[in-house]
């Protein structure tokens, strides 16, 4: 445990931020198990919605620095081929 003053509120603020990036890295990969699950369902309308949730997910995640923007890039283009490849 810290002693001093400012570390002691390191660690506060550490643990704060550590709680939003699981909360928005958790949501990230759930949108994108929906617009998979949804894409083995067969359902166009409702993988195309899904989608969309997923993509704006993944670019404010990439935008806050949680992941690296190729990563971004690489998951929205497997999700869109896979969306635009069902039957």
Request: positive net charge; charged residues 35%; hydrophobic residues 35%.
């Amino acid at each position: 445990m810290p002693n001093i003053k400012s570390a002691k509120k390191r660690v506060k603020s550490s643990a704060k931020k550590c709680e939003a990036n699981t909360v928005i890295t958790s949501s990230v990969k759930n949108s994108i198990k929906r617009v998979e699950k949804e894409v083995k369902a067969g359902n166009k309308e409702a993988a195309s919605e899904k989608l969309n949730i997923a993509i704006k997910r993944i670019d404010k995640a990439a935008k806050s620095g949680l992941i690296h923007k190729n990563t971004a890039a690489r998951q929205k283009s497997r999700l869109t081929k896979m969306k635009n490849n069902m039957e």
